[in-house]
């Protein structure tokens, strides 16, 4: 009898060992990158936040970085709040320094979409040969179609803002090389090709910072908004998650949603083990907590059986 008690004992220990031990492991997913705090939809790893912000959004020896067709951008600060998230780029002009630079564009299928405060200028564009300064409705030959102004020209108070910038004014350029980029015909994911508009650099803002009349205190860089879904809602069982101090991912065939505890274990829900993984590093380090786990259920189990 005690024979079958034991083989019983024996088999139990291992289901419960190949079960468990496929839950945890060392966490993937943290609630940062460097200074920057990780919230879903975004994440730090493979397998961390929405899987259609991974391939745009990663984390990298501590940095934070949006990557499109254009070239990689560090992230500089998230908005969870109003869904906005800020990035640089260093091939950006802006007053302190100005350089040459291929522009900037999303991808077509990037779940992102430029914020409506930012604001793109083109410095020195050919005014000759650049498409920009076409007249409205003018019909251009090479395409067979009409072109549309790019530039706004409400906004020409900004290009003579920046243009006295000491390290623009000394190109001595004219003001009229200068455009507020306004491309209404390409849609919210635009693509800002300098090469094709015959522009040199451009520069980006997304906040006067309170002194319009001083483009050295300006907010340079590009502002992004996102959204949850195509309802924009903030995914209940995310949330939940997330209260219970886990980190919200997905995982399987499906991209199924994964909540990441703290110890690494996985759960469908939320971390209903946390506190007890709250305790577990003052008596273990912290990546044995999921042996501890196993353990102590496996124990429990012989108990119950004699």
Known sequence: MKVKQCSCVILLYFLTLTTLSSL???QTCKNSCGQIPIKYPFGTGLGCGDPRFQQYV????????????????????????????HISDPSMSTCACTQTSKGFGLDWDAPFSFHDDTVFTLLDCSTTSSP????????DVDSNTTVI???DRTGAPICSFLYSCRAISMLN????????YTPVDLGPAFEMDLQKLQCTS????????GQESNPENWKYGIALKYKFNVYNDYPSSCANCERSNGVCGYGGAYDTFVCNCPGGLNTTSDCFFRSLYNHCPRLLPRHTAGNFLIFSLAYFMVRVLF
């Open 24 to 26: 945890v492991a060392s």
């Open 58 to 85: 990663t984390c990298n020896q501590e940095k934070l970085t949006l990557t499109t067709h254009t070239g990689c951008y560090p992230v500089t600060n998230i908005e969870y709040s109003s869904q906005v998230i």
């Open 132 to 139: 920009i300064y076409r007249t409205n409705g003018a019909y």
């Open 149 to 151: 102004p790019q530039c």
């Open 173 to 180: 350029l004219p003001i009229s090389t200068c455009c507020v």
């Open 202 to 209: 451009y520069s980006g803002f997304y906040s006067f910072n």
